[in-house]
C-alpha cells in the first residue's frame, strides 16, 4: 500500500482551521461548564431543596445518556420550539451543558477534600457562606482536583469531534471532507489522529506547568 | 459580657453540655480545664454559634444566640477565634490571611486594612513573614497568624479553642507569651487548655468541667492549690 501525504498539502488549512474550531469551542466549554458545574454542584448541596433536586436530576440525565443524542436534541429538537441554532452554538451549548454535569461531580470532591476547618475559620470571622466559598474553599478544592480537570478538558476535546455530525466544521469534519475530496482516507486520518494527539498532549503538558504556577502556594502543605 | 444560662447541648442521643451556668466579665481572662470528652471545647463553639445550643441561653454583648433573629455574624465578629490545628487559608499570604475579612466583612479599604495588618503581624512578631503562604511557617508562626487574623476583626471576645495542643513543646512558649500580652492588654479571653502553668499564671479564674458540667470553678490559687471537688483533685493529680 501505497500513501501519498502529498496529496493532502493544499488541504493543510483547511484541516488548521478545524483544529482551530475544535480547539476554541472546547476552550470555551470548558470554561463555561466548569463555571456551571460549580454552581450545580452548590446548588445540589445548597438549602433549597427544589434546586437541590433540579441539579441532581440535570446530572444524572447528562451523566447518563449519550453526548451524542444530546447534541442531536439541541440542534434537532430544539428548532421543533422554534429554537434555531447555529452548529458551532449547538455544540457549544451541548459541550457546556455536558462538561458541567461532570465538573460538577469533579468538584464535589474538591469541596469535600477541603479541611473543614477552613470553611470554621470563615464563619468564625463572620463570612456569609457565599463568600466562605468564593475566598476560602474554591481555590483549594481547584488545586485538589487540577488534574482531574485537566483530564475532563482532554476528553472535552476529544469530545469536539462529535461536533462533526451536526455539520460543524471541526477538525473531524474537516478530515472527513478532505477524505471524501482527496480519497486519501488512511493519510487524512492518520495526520487528524496526530493532530488530535498532538494537541492533547500539549494540554497535558500545559495544565502541569500551569500547576505549579497557579498553585505556587501549595508547595509543602497537604490541603 | 457573656451570660451562659442552663445552657444544654445534645448531639443525638448524646448529651454533652448538661446545663452550664457561667457569666464571664469584661476584660475577665477565663481558663477552661478538663479530662477531654468533657464538653470544654463544645462549650467555647457554643459562644460563636459553631455549635447550635440544644436549648439554654448564651448572651455575649447583648446578643442572644438563642434566638434565630440574632444575626450570628455580627456575634462572630465581636467574638474571635483560635482553633487548636490552625486553619490558616493555604492559598492566601500570611498578611492576606490577616486582610480577608476586615475587606470582605467588615468592608475597609484595602489601605486601612494592610495598615493594620502589618501592625498585629509585627505585634505577633511576624512581620518578616507577611508575604510568606503559610505552608512555609512553623506550627507556632502559623498559630501567631492565627491570632493576628483574629484580632484584625478588633473582636471584644477572644475564644481560644486548645491553641497550644497541636504544638511541639518547645514552641508552646511563643504562642503563650502573645496571648499573656493580650491577657495583659485587658482583653476578655475565654481559653480550652492543657497549659496549666499558663492557666495558673494569667487566668482570673480556673473553671474545671467534667461530663459536660462544670464541677468547680475559681481563681487559679483555688483550683490549682486547694481543689474542693474529688474529681478535680483527681485531674490535677495525674495533670500536675
Sequence with gaps: ?223 | MIFVENLNKKFGPNHVLKGIDCHIREREVVCVIGPSGSGKSTFLRCMNGLETISSGSIVINKHRLDDSKTNINLVRQEAGMVFQHFNLFPHLKVIDNVMLAPLKVAKTSKEEARAKAEMLLTKVGLAEKMDTFPGNLSGGQMQRVAIARALAMDPKIMLFDEPTSALDPEIVGEVLAVMKDLANEGMTMVVVTHEMGFAREVADRVIFMDQGRIVEEGTPEEIFSSPQHGRTQGFLSKVL
Excluded at chain 1, 500500500?1 to 482551530?20: I, Q, T
Excluded at chain 1, 446548588?43 to 440535570?58: A, E, N, R, W
Aim: glycine residues 8%.
Design chain 1, 1 to 223: 500500500m501505497a500513501l501519498y501525504f502529498g496529496d493532502l498539502l493544499p488541504y493543510s488549512s483547511l484541516l488548521l482551521e478545524g483544529l482551530w474550531t475544535a480547539l476554541y469551542i472546547t476552550l470555551v466549554a470548558m470554561l463555561a461548564g466548569s463555571a456551571l458545574g460549580v454552581l450545580v454542584y452548590l446548588g445540589k448541596v445548597g438549602p433549597g431543596k427544589p434546586l437541590s433536586i433540579l441539579c441532581t436530576c440535570y446530572i444524572e440525565a447528562i451523566r447518563n445518556t449519550p453526548l451524542l443524542v444530546q447534541l442531536y436534541l439541541i440542534y434537532f429538537a430544539l428548532p421543533a420550539l422554534g429554537i434555531n441554532l447555529e452548529p458551532v452554538w449547538a455544540a457549544v451549548i451541548g459541550l457546556t451543558l455536558n462538561n458541567a454535569a461532570y465538573t460538577a461531580e469533579i468538584y464535589r470532591a474538591g469541596f469535600e477534600s477541603v479541611p473543614h476547618g477552613l470553611r470554621e475559620a470563615g464563619k468564625a470571622l463572620g463570612m456569609k457562606p457565599g463568600q466562605i466559598v468564593r475566598y476560602i474553599i474554591l481555590l483549594p478544592a481547584t488545586r485538589n482536583v487540577f488534574p482531574a480537570l485537566t483530564n475532563q478538558l482532554i476528553l472535552l476535546f476529544l469530545a469536539s469531534s462529535i461536533g462533526s455530525i451536526i455539520s460543524l466544521p471541526e477538525l473531524t469534519n474537516a478530515i472527513m471532507s478532505v477524505s471524501n475530496t482527496t480519497y486519501r482516507t488512511i493519510e487524512v486520518l492518520a495526520v487528524g489522529g496526530l493532530l488530535y494527539l498532538g494537541v492533547s498532549a500539549l494540554m497535558s503538558l500545559a495544565s502541569k506547568r500551569a500547576e505549579t504556577t497557579l498553585f505556587r502556594w501549595a508547595v509543602g502543605t497537604h490541603v
